[in-house]
């Protein structure tokens, strides 16, 4: 590849001497004066043949990452090769109660040493992040529609880049030629009929003054519709291998016995909680069904450590989260260039891209206060609660370990802008150097609405009914104060 994506230079000889001359951005030359007649230099963008190259460089074209495969996502099919790590996938980006840096980002990750380690450039030059964790773009802000190749280079390139690109160099280079007009859409859907994928775009472009100049501008709009874990058998259930063994005999400086001090469960299940609501009792775990009545928990194979289960009733705690998030985004992208008379090139580059993801997760839990007077306990349940105690590891009142799930399931609507512009000119002179200098301004804005989030207090004080003088529910809290506390979880 040579050459294809750095500030470029090449060499001359004058009087035994290599000598590189650098025109440009960031670039750093550290020249070292060692003879009088020798100089050495390191960290240079010397022009080299690819064959010359330190390390291997390939060259991928787009039409085997779009076409052929039906994709929205570049990203997601760059992650197939063997030198990307499928870790910063669409898929894999999902956090809905943690962090939103990368929640609906295709980041590549070359050698799997992380994406803050691999450099991603459009043109030979940076591209404004998409993440504020991360210098590096959402590979989905390159337009598809345009894009002549992608370039790779998985090692030798930090000397001359830095640390962020240890683990190599992704170039995206455009096409600075097109000329005509070009209607695409593509359209997918899965095997179980969901996860509906959509994309389609436009792209235009003429040359102009005698093919000196080419100017050429794509629109594209792409959805894909969200997909959850419990649409899918594979992860419907949640299963782990870090519960600890009640088998397990071990002890501090004896021997082995043997037998493993973790276990695998395949189907996790917690069953102090339930959807409508889980009491633990002094004659064991009870929770309300549908109608209300409170019935044994089934506890599968048996109570773990924590309330764990193998199966049974108690919440399965990834029901609701999302296996692939849904996405919409709109792009426009422009390009200009220009060649002058005295052999230089005026180029231009610009986008507006907007992206909105949408991820949930499991909806807020709390442990709800229930008493014997509350006006919504069945007949049933009233008498069950009668006949029993509380755990003697609560409190003297019962607590119904509850899923919110008629609230909603907590998640978030996340909104990026991504703005770009590349302005320059480069050329030859003396007919021995190259030059590059331009100007490069990005910027992203991101809005994440967070949802179904809930505040836990007042919950418990809602559910917390009793009846008034005249046999009407009323919070109890609210009964209790006569008036203003200064309390905003009560008064309100």
């Not at 209607?183 to 040359?207: K, M, P, Q, W």
């Not at 400086?253 to 102090?272: H, M, S």
């Amino acid at each position: 590849m040579g050459n294809c994506w750095a500030t470029s230079m090449r060499k001359t000889l004058l009087s035994g001497a290599a000598v590189p001359i650098l025109i440009g951005h960031s670039a750093m030359a550290q020249v070292q004066p060692v003879l009088a007649d020798e100089i050495v230099v390191t960290g240079s963008r010397l022009e080299t043949a690819a064959s010359d190259s330190p390390a291997p460089v390939s060259v991928i074209d787009p039409a085997d990452l779009t076409v052929t495969t039906g994709s929205i996502s570049i990203g997601d099919q760059l992650a197939e090769l063997p030198q990307f790590s499928p870790s910063s996938t669409r898929a894999a980006s999902v956090s809905p109660t943690g962090g939103n840096s990368s929640t609906g980002l295709n980041l590549l990750d070359l050698r799997g040493i992380g994406a803050s380690r691999t450099l991603v450039l459009q043109n030979g030059r940076r591209h404004v992040s998409s993440s504020q964790d991360t210098a590096q773009p959402d590979v989905n802000t390159i337009p598809a529609a345009l894009l002549e190749r992608v370039e790779v280079l998985t090692g030798g390139a930090s000397s001359v880049y830095g640390a962020d690109a240890i683990a190599g160099v992704v170039n995206f280079v455009l096409r600075d030629d097109f000329e005509g007009l070009e209607v695409a859409g593509r359209g997918g859907v899965s095997d179980e009929g969901d996860a509906e994928t959509f994309t389609f775009s436009l792209t235009g472009g003429r040359n102009f003054d005698g093919g000196r100049g080419n100017v050429a501008a794509n629109f594209e709009y792409s959805t894909s519709e969200i997909l959850r874990y419990s649409e899918r058998d594979f992860a419907a259930r949640e299963t782990t291998i870090q519960i600890p063994n009640p088998a397990d005999t071990d002890v501090p400086g004896g021997a082995p016995d043997g037998i493993p001090d973790f276990i695998t469960v395949n189907d996790l299940r917690r069953a102090n909680i339930s959807n409508g609501g889980t009491i633990n009792t002094a004659g064991g775990l009870l929770q309300f069904d549908d109608q209300g009545n409170l019935v044994p928990v089934d506890i599968g194979g048996g109570i773990l450590p924590g309330f764990v289960t193998d199966g049974g009733s108690g919440l399965n705690g990834i029901e609701s989260e999302t296996l692939l998030p849904s996405l919409d985004r709109v792009a426009f992208n422009v390009l200009a260039d220009y060649d002058l008379d005295n052999g230089s090139r005026l180029f231009f580059e610009g986008k507006f891209v907007q992206t909105d993801t949408t991820v949930f997760s499991s909806a807020p839990f709390s442990n709800l206060p229930v008493f014997l007077d509350n006006p919504f306990l069945t007949d049933q349940a009233r008498a069950t609660l009668s006949a029993t105690t509380p755990s003697p590891f609560g409190p003297p009142i019962f607590l119904s370990g509850r899923v919110s799930r008629d609230i909603g399931d907590r998640g978030l609507d996340l909104r990026r802008q991504t703005f770009r512009a590349v302005v320059g000119v480069e050329g030859t002179f003396a007919d021995r150097f190259d030059y590059e200098v331009f100007y490069n301004f990005g910027q992203t804005d991101t809005r994440t609405d967070y949802l179904g989030n809930a505040i836990l207090p007042r919950i418990g004080l809602s559910a917390d009914a009793t009846v008034d003088g005249s046999g009407n529910p009323i919070c109890r809290a609210t009964l209790q104060t006569g008036g203003a506390t200064g309390n905003p979880d009560i008064d309100n």
